[in-house]
């Protein structure tokens, strides 16, 4: 079973092989509302933990999307430049945005499990 | 925000439908209902849509000759209003710049205005301070709903049949379900429609009776700003503002032959050179090319590489599907079909200067 894994802010991350799947969570989703256009990294591109990585963008406004973890991008969603309501729709599985070759695996385990998750979303108010 | 937010009249009742709030110039307001931004859109230009603008300030000038005094407040020819007719006019500055923009409609007794939620401080002690206190009265218990859209005139009719027959920018009183409501075709959508003011203890009884309707849903404060935007219509602090005049922002058409000669209005020698001469920079539709909103502040660059301007309001917009824009370009790059570029996030984007409204108006006749 895949091990999947959430940052505060709000980004998924889940670790294939050696490849990890990044994207938005559910309530990230539903906190943005309508998902009309997603900027996504280039391919190739090395980026860090907590480092900018994509721009969603609402109708109502632009949010930064950070990388969970540091490594190289291998591929991103290409379905999203036509269909970026996927992200509203499957946001934890076909909204996915990019996918990536981790610098530092150790790096996963600073963050949520998908129980820590839940637990820090019911203290958000 | 330390200071606690208000709450119109209609709070429980979006509360009861789902509404997600935000905080809005110290109110708690409704930004979506749970179909969406885009959903509730569509909604009011395929049907009808709900707005709850009780915000939004009511105010009433009581005093004999009060057209006259508001007249050195604003550009738009006050005076020749009739008993029922409005007219959409600006606070101005001694600059010429706009302080506030607003509704104006004459009634048998007295002026009535409606100015935006976040001005409305600023606008009475402006007012009070021309007209005296006893005779500028704001109806902060009154309730403000708008009903816009295609399906809005058949939807109201049906609880309403004294609005046959109003025309756009007219207004009356009429009574809805019941409640003497002062109701006008106006609105700020594109769209045909009525602003409806009514007590604020009758606004919930009113506005139950028109979600009723097979045409009408709720919509938020989200859509209302998509469909102004599309529609092409100015919105305070983002296209208006006191450094802008209502002549760079494409508002001449609101002052009358008789103001601009006569003037007698503060900033009116600036505002009567700009008309005269043309102004330096100019308001303009600007549609990007790519999908990639550019949101207000993004900055406007011309043919020649140099910057030439801003945006100020810009999104996406749900009817043209895709982003839409309006901001403020140099003179020489005002007229439409000029190729521009807008800076999003340190990239350069393809985009042209267009003409507004990016939705035809479908105003009723």
Known sequence: ?125 | MSQELKQTPLHALHAELGAKFVPFAGYDMPVQYPAGILKEHIQTRAGAGLFDVSHMGQVRLTAPGADAALERLVPGDIAALSPGEMRYTMFTNDRGGVLDDLMVTRRAGDIFMVVNAGCKTEDLVLLRAALGDAHVEYDEDRALLALQGPGAAAALARHAPGIAGLGFMKAATVAIGGTEAWVSRSGYTGEDGFEISLPGDAAEAVARLLLGEPEVAAVGLGARDSLRLEAGLCLYGNDLTPDITPIEAGLTWTISKRRREAGGFRGDAIIKAQIADGPSRRRVGIKPAGRAPARAHTAVVGPDGAVVGEITSGGFGPSVDGPVAMGYVTRGCAKAGTEIELDIRGKRHAAAVVKLPFTPHRYAK
């Open chain 1, 1 to 125: 079973m895949s091990d999947v894994r959430f940052t505060k802010d709000h980004e998924w991350v889940r670790l294939e092989g050696d490849t990890a799947t990044i994207g938005i969570s559910e309530y990230a989703q539903e906190q943005l509302g309508d998902v009309v256009f997603i900027e996504l990294p280039t391919v190739g591109a090395d980026v860090e933990a907590g480092g900018d990585a994509a721009v969603v963008e609402s109708v109502k406004a632009a949010s930064e999307v950070y990388s969970p973890v540091s490594g190289r991008i291998i591929e991103v969603n290409d379905d999203l430049e036509a269909t970026p309501g996927l992200v509203n729709e499957s946001a934890e599985d076909e909204g996915w945005f990019w996918r990536m070759e981790l610098s530092d695996p150790d790096e996963l385990e600073e963050l949520m499990t998908a129980k820590d998750y839940k637990a820090f979303l019911e203290g958000l108010d």
